[in-house]
């Protein structure tokens, strides 16, 4: 009996699978994204008042007016907004602390140490029991699952390798300071308790996000780095980055991993509250392919351009502060790369409700308020002027237990 179904089950099969995989929470309807987090902005603005905590940020609003926010550090997942909002992180499993600072075998890890939690299989919300600097030997490489929340410590990753979220899901990584990252060696390294192999050089990014999906990169200190800051390439896509600040860097965020990789189409990136600080020069960010929401973001320094890209990305850009540098010749904040005016004219490229400030100018290109730009959004800007304001407590955070964060 069991052997005369297997041919219908498998001919079932074949017609549920391409249904599942086309309905694969990955890709997300962005108007249905817009409305929600449109809610959620209202919700905030509401709140604003006289000695109130609200600052009209949605994301911090969700969490840092608790006093107690140290016992209850997993709400934080729930505070997501944007093309990442579905991060889930290690809500749903145990607390893990760091209480070692080490990194001393990258194949077998000591239990106690950061990349002991983020290999194991279970999910995982990894806090620290103290201030330290963590220097890894290797690439940190995350298995699926786990939350990396340094709140309540001062947690630096820094000269040496750094974190790689390569074919993984439900990544958080927040408060932590990442800076002077390096590339790794050919070296032998363990991404999860049953498997370990050889790696090829890592590239030296602070955050590498590698075919990821479903990742949530907030109030982060990042500066320095070998290549660059936060970059996703090869098919990543839901993925928020917010409330973080950058500084002292060349090439700040690649989003696509080269114009003829065609699988980045589906990549969708929201980019809020953030504040491109001083010494950086160009990306942020540089954009391929996908769909990417710029929101609210404060952009005080860059010396070639704040925003580029190529190969027809839709690039919606609203409510930022744009500051200019004094240089006349690079008071653009738009880069239309790699190609001629003829092609980069129809990519659909807008500035909404930008601030702009020192002579910064947005060359706009595309069919305007298409629906094509309605896809590109991922929640309502504020207003620029608020900006400063918005992001006054951008990157890694001094939080306190038994006090508002």
Same mark, same amino acid.
């Given at each position: ?146 939350? /990396? ?7 630096? /990753? ?17 408060? /932590? ?63 928020? /980055? ?127 308020? +298409? +629906? ?15 900006? +400063? ?17």
């Amino acid at each position: 009996m069991a052997s005369s179904s297997l041919p219908f089950l498998l001919l079932l099969l074949s017609f549920l699978l391409p249904s599942l995989i086309a309905s694969s929470p990955t890709l997300q309807d962005p108007e249905l994204v817009v409305q929600e987090v449109h809610s959620k902005l209202n919700a905030s603005r509401r709140k604003l008042g006289f000695l109130s905590c609200n600052t009209g940020n949605p994301i911090d609003d969700c969490w840092r007016c608790d006093p107690n926010w140290e016992q209850n550090r997993q709400k934080l997942a729930d505070c997501a907004i944007g093309f990442g909002k579905n991060a889930v992180g290690g809500r749903d499993g145990k607390i893990y602390v760091v209480t070692d600072s080490g990194d001393d075998d990258p194949v077998n890890p000591k239990p106690g140490t950061l990349r002991y939690a983020v290999i194991q299989e279970e999910p995982l919300w990894i806090i620290f029991a103290r201030d330290m600097v963590i220097q890894l030997k290797e690439e940190l490489i995350m298995n699926s699952f786990k939350t /990396i929340d340094g709140r309540g410590a001062s947690v630096h /990753i820094a000269n040496g390798p750094c974190i790689t979220i390569q074919y993984v899901t439900n990544i958080i990584i927040h408060g /932590i300071h990442i800076h002077d990252c390096k590339q790794g060696g050919n070296a032998m390294v363990r991404d999860s308790p049953r498997h370990y192999g050889w790696r090829t050089i890592s590239d030296g990014d602070g955050v590498s996000i590698f075919g990821g999906s479903h990742v949530w990169v907030d109030h982060c200190s990042l500066s320095n780095c070998h290549d660059g800051l936060i970059d996703a390439i090869h098919g990543s896509t839901a993925i928020t /980055i917010s409330n973080n600040y950058m500084t002292h860097h060349d090439k700040v965020m690649l989003l696509g991993h080269s114009d003829s990789y065609t699988q980045d189409k589906g990549m969708q990136v929201t980019i809020a509250f953030n504040h491109f600080g001083e010494g950086l020069v160009q990306r942020m960010p540089r954009c391929r392919h996908g769909y990417f929401h710029v929101v609210n973001n404060d952009y005080t320094h860059w010396e070639m351009y704040a925003i580029g890209g190529s190969a027809s990305p839709t690039i919606n850009s609203q409510g930022n502060r744009f500051l200019a540098p004094n240089d006349r010749f690079s008071k653009e904040v738009t880069k239309h790369e790699d190609a001629p005016e003829t092609e980069w004219k129809n990519w659909n490229w807008r500035s909404e409700g930008d601030l702009m400030l020192n002579g910064a100018y947005f060359t706009p290109s595309g069919a305007g308020a +298409s +629906s094509s730009y309605a896809k590109a959004s991922s929640l309502g800007a504020r207003p620029s002027s608020l900006v +400063s304001s918005i992001t006054s407590g951008s990157g890694a955070l001094n939080c306190r237990k038994g006090s508002r964060c």
